[in-house]
């Protein structure tokens, strides 16, 4: 029996389940190549799937490209996040891990999922992270966390580094 016979005489319906995922940013690191993705996840209905809105994975391109998932302590202390959502809101606050005091409002504009905080005093919505780290150090050590993104109302380029 196939799978869409089964999804029939279930009654399921494949789009009341399907999530649109796409990146909303992306943590890099001076260190390599890899990336830490942030995806945004609409629900057939448009918004913000309801199960899991946002996911977090490596996209290890220093080697073949291919996904991995965040380990525990990554999770922890480095590039995992709180979600909350205030009573009645269609936005979700996202706190990182690594840079709680920047909050960034997760929401559905134009049925694409959106990040946006302040970027050098200005709305934007958030394209990437960057992280310089020292490479004289031996243990992980920060220099700069560099925040890029475009300005909300006009689209234009916005950068703001952040020295701990």
Known sequence: MSIAVVVSLLGWSSSAHA?????????ARSTNANVVHYDGCVDA???LGASE???????MHAERGQREELTWFERQFAYGFDLSRRAGA???RLSLAALPERPASIHVETSRPRATLTIAGRRAILHQIFVQMDPRSTLPSVLYVELRGA???????V????EP
């Open 90 to 92: 269609t936005a979700l």
């Open 159 to 162: 950068r703001e580094r952040i």
């Open 151 to 157: 300005d909300a109302r006009t689209g234009r380029s």
């Open 45 to 47: 209905r448009g918004g």
């Open 53 to 59: 809105p946002v996911t977090a994975y490596w996209r």
């Open 19 to 27: 999530k649109n995922c796409v990146t909303l940013f992306t943590i």
